[in-house]
């Protein structure tokens, strides 16, 4: 247990650029856009909040190369090296969660900050309890950080050439995925399917595609080489 808190520790040896920056990111964001609402008069709705998901999904691709390495080669092991730094990017994740929701209640009771500014606080995706606004916000920020850690573990297993054929092959699979909807008409279905729930209810969907994630990832780990 130490040796993962040493990890988690390790990680947050700088917490400036895990806790700190990406809410200056996304502050930063929000001025503009509060700015604008002051001139346009009329509702702003602002997909802003998507700045911190790709820095968390960053964080989870660039964590492995810059610590891996120096954990192993001051004794961890790699079981303790995931999950210390799964655990790190949970705390990240129920931070950032808490946050947001907060901001959104904010949001919420200011009249959408007097300006008609919609940032924190978005239809349909903030629908429901404080309670799911926090759960929902949580399992997205985990996905992104636990694919952006499998991408990272498939590199340092694999190397860069598997890595860039896996994510043709994706590319290609999607495209032709996208294709035969589109063939068949089938776009409208899947809209209509997905408005049939709530965000909240969608977001839960989430949670197996992360654990997959997340399992790749160890298997990954548990047979990289430390170079």
């Given amino acids: 247990m130490n040796r993962t808190a040493n990890i988690v520790r390790m990680h947050l040896r700088n917490p400036f650029m895990l806790l700190a920056l990406p809410w200056i990111i996304i502050l930063s964001s929000f001025t503009i856009n ?8 009329e509702q702003l709705f602002t997909g802003g909040m998507i700045s911190i998901f790709i820095f968390i999904f960053v964080t989870g691709i660039v964590m492995v190369p810059q610590t891996f390495p120096l954990a192993l080669g001051l004794g961890s092991t790699r079981r303790d090296y995931y999950i210390g730094t799964v655990l790190t990017g ?57 694919g952006g850690l499998a991408i990272a573990t498939v590199y340092r297993r694999f190397g860069r050439s598997s890595l860039l054929t896996s994510l043709i092959l994706l590319l290609v699979v999607g495209t032709l995925l996208s294709f035969f ?16 729930y709530t965000a909240f209810e969608l977001s839960l969907w989430t949670a197996p595609l992360s654990l997959a994630l997340g399992l790749l990832s160890y298997l990954m780990l548990r047979r990289s080489v430390v170079q």
């Fill in 34 to 41: 509060f700015i604008i609402s002051l001139f346009i008069g």
């Fill in 90 to 146: 949970a705390l990240i994740g129920v931070l950032s969660s808490v946050v947001t929701a907060l901001l959104g209640i904010v949001e919420r009771a200011s009249g959408s900050w007097g300006t008609g500014l919609h940032f924190f606080d978005l239809p349909y995706l903030n629908d429901g309890s404080v309670a799911q606004h926090m759960l929902l916000y949580f399992l997205i920020y985990m996905l992104f950080f636990l």
């Fill in 181 to 196: 909807i589109n063939q068949n008409n089938w776009w409208s279905n899947i809209f209509a399917w997905f408005a049939s």
